[in-house]
T-cell receptor, first 110, second 116 residues
Framework: QKEVEQDPGPLSVPEGAIVSLNCTYSNSAFQYFMWYRQYSRKGPELLMYTYSSGNKEDGRFTAQVDKSSKYISLFIRDSQPSDSATYLC??????????FGTGTSLTVIP | GAVVSQHPSWVICKSGTSVKIECRSLDFQATTMFWYRQFPKQSLMLMATSNEGSKATYEQGVEKDKFLINHASLTLSTLTVTSAHPEDSSFYICSARGPDSNTEAFFGQGTRLTVV
């Protein structure tokens, strides 16, 4: 079983839609949860991180962690064409090693 | 966020030659650097973790004699692919983390290596 499972998509939504991206993980020891955005042929860019359970909001982005179900989510409100990218979730126990999902490819159609 | 610069962004080399990829943290001291490999439509595969001044820790299945990692300073780590072969063609990405962070590992732009 992979440490982190993520549906690769692709996901295609109209501009302005709410996007929901999700991952599940297997190790209950994970405490740090990150979301990265990766444009084609570029390195990943850290979008948000959360520690333990709960929600974190930053502009149009909301990250949510449910440790009881080992489920992490990223919501994008009012999605824009510029949000089109691959989104990677990642987890870590202590920051010494990161486990990444396979990434979900998102296209926002104008 | 912090800036990590990776160079070159792409390189084409002949089979049997060696290629060096540099990863620099421009505005912070990177006590830990990670090297990843990414295949198309797949996630990042951790190759090795290096702490400044010590030998890199390689993941299982990664040949340390083939992928030489040097982290001689707090701002620079290098990955050298020795005697490259076409199967080594891939997207290589580094990330760097400072001493005070458990989460914010900043990524370089990646290097597209093509071995012909």
């Amino acid at each position: 079983q992979k440490e982190v499972e993520q549906d690769p998509g692709p996901l295609s939504v109209p501009e302005g839609a709410i996007v929901s991206l999700n991952c599940t993980y297997s190790n209950s020891a994970f405490q740090y949860f990150m979301w990265y955005r990766q444009y084609s042929r570029k390195g990943p860019e850290l979008l948000m991180y959360t520690y333990s359970s709960g929600n974190k909001e930053d502009g149009r982005f909301t990250a949510q962690v449910d440790k009881s179900s080992k489920y992490i989510s990223l919501f994008i409100r009012d999605s824009q064409p510029s949000d089109s990218a691959t989104y990677l979730c990642a987890t870590s126990v202590s920051g010494n090693q990161f486990y990444f999902g396979t990434g979900t490819s998102l296209t926002v159609i104008p | 966020g912090a800036v990590v610069s990776q160079h070159p962004s792409w390189v084409i080399c002949k089979s049997g030659t060696s290629v060096k990829i540099e990863c620099r943290s421009l505005d912070f001291q990177a006590t830990t650097m990670f090297w990843y490999r990414q295949f198309p439509k797949q996630s990042l595969m951790l190759m090795a973790t290096s702490n400044e001044g010590s030998k890199a820790t390689y993941e299982q299945g990664v040949e340390k004699d083939k992928f030489l990692i040097n982290h001689a300073s707090l701002t620079l780590s290098t990955l050298t692919v020795t005697s490259a072969h076409p199967e080594d063609s891939s997207f290589y990405i580094c990330s760097a983390r400072g001493p005070d962070s458990n989460t914010e590992a900043f990524f370089g732009q990646g290097t597209r290596l093509t071995v012909v």
